[in-house]
């Protein structure tokens, strides 16, 4: 069986026009309800108001639509629901730390200072995805301006609290109705958001968007997540679903997450998170190391963040390349290790203390005053405007 690329190629009058940011249209909610308190709410169990919908059909791109949250009518034949033709991506809004202040005074906003993080990257990784399944291409500015404008749209939904923001969620799926396993000629991109506070509650007696609760990994040694020349370089749902069952395995022993290996026992992923080591080398130098971006590592941009930061910083190496689980190992029992720690959109960072190989577990060290922690203060000071950076995009709503 053939699939056909056609809207892969970039060749003259192939690839199908992009959609536009100033064709996009509004139907709005009359009264829409106030942001809910938000201590304590589950991650991504609420939702603001509105979505956006940008449909793809007889080989051209629909104009875009804010629109009220609903449900989709799905036939029980469409693609996405047999062939696992859906892919995501996600990113954050982040309330201005001075209308954080103002708010926290009593003030009342007259306009909002909103803050995206590294936006275009997110929109680059979802368009790969989109690729990958087969799906039709679009301009990424095009779609960045619909993204403003649906932030702009949801402002009043971007909680004024640090260690609170509003996570986007851009989808696409599959929607024709042929049931054949075959490239969808219908797609549905879309965008909801939901208000949310940290991803792993903090420490007990401990607030605000620094606090942070190390977490126990489990190193999975036979399964795996992800394999050479396959997806897992992407955000595809299928992805996310094969490696459920692992991770509830995982948490029934007491472990938070699962780390991944590659083929030959190499330290891939933790979770849905990349995954960071820094230690002393037996050469005696300090190392920060990563797994390189390949075909079975995702290409995060808290990972690429946070690269960036530790070369820009120095006093250390910084590595992508393959290490296996065995050195990580050996590197705990001869008290090499400094930290690890994984790290993604959701979470930012969250440092490990303890990990299971083996029937045994180690214990990995957790410094107060460690890069892991400094790593998550210079980034939310870019993502909440206290220091100033070519990543953080600012909304004016």
Known sequence: MFFSRRWLSRGPGTAPASFTAAALTKTLVPNPPPLPPMKGVAFGTVFTP?????????????????????????????????????????????????????????????????????????????????????????????????????????????????????????????????????????????????????????????????????????????????????????????????????????????????????????????????FCTLWRTKEGKTELITAPLEDTVLPGVTRDSILALARKWGGFEVSERPYLVQELVEALQEGRVIECFGCGTAAIVSPVKALSYSGREYAVPCPEDGITRRFLREILDIQYGRKPSEWSVEIIA
């Not at 859906?86 to 005074?105: H, L, N, P, S, T």
């Not at 039709?136 to 301006?145: G, T, V, Y």
């Not at 949801?154 to 929607?175: F, N, W």
């Not at 000629?185 to 909801?192: G, Q, W």
């Open 50 to 274: 509105h979505m956006t919908i940008i449909d793809f059909e007889n080989g051209q791109w629909g104009a875009p639509r804010i629109t009220p949250f609903e449900n989709f009518s799905l036939a029980p034949q469409t693609s996405c629901l047999h062939y696992g033709l859906q892919c995501f991506d996600g990113m954050k809004v982040y309330a201005d730390a001075g209308d954080i202040e103002r708010v926290a005074r009593g003030e009342r906003l007259t306009k909002q200072h909103l803050r995206l993080f590294r936006p275009d990257k997110n929109v680059a990784r979802l368009k790969d995805s989109m690729q990958a399944l087969c799906m039709p291409s679009f301009d990424e500015a095009e779609l960045l301006k619909v993204i403003e404008e649906f932030v702009r749209t949801e402002k009043d939904y971007v909680p004024k609290e640090l260690g609170y923001s509003l996570y986007l969620r851009p989808a696409a799926i599959g929607t024709s109705t042929q049931l054949s396993a075959v490239p969808s000629k219908s797609v549905r991109l879309f965008i909801i958001a939901s208000p949310v506070g940290p991803y792993y509650p903090p420490p007990e007696g401990q607030a605000g968007a620094a606090a942070i609760n190390p977490v126990r990994l489990l190193v999975e040694e036979r399964r795996r997540r992800a394999w050479p020349g396959g997806t897992g370089g992407r955000k595809i749902g299928a992805n996310y679903a094969g490696p459920m069952r692992v991770q509830e395995e995982a948490h029934r022993q007491g472990y938070d997450q699962v780390l991944w290996l590659g083929a030959v026992g190499e330290v891939q992923e933790v979770g849905a998170m990349n």
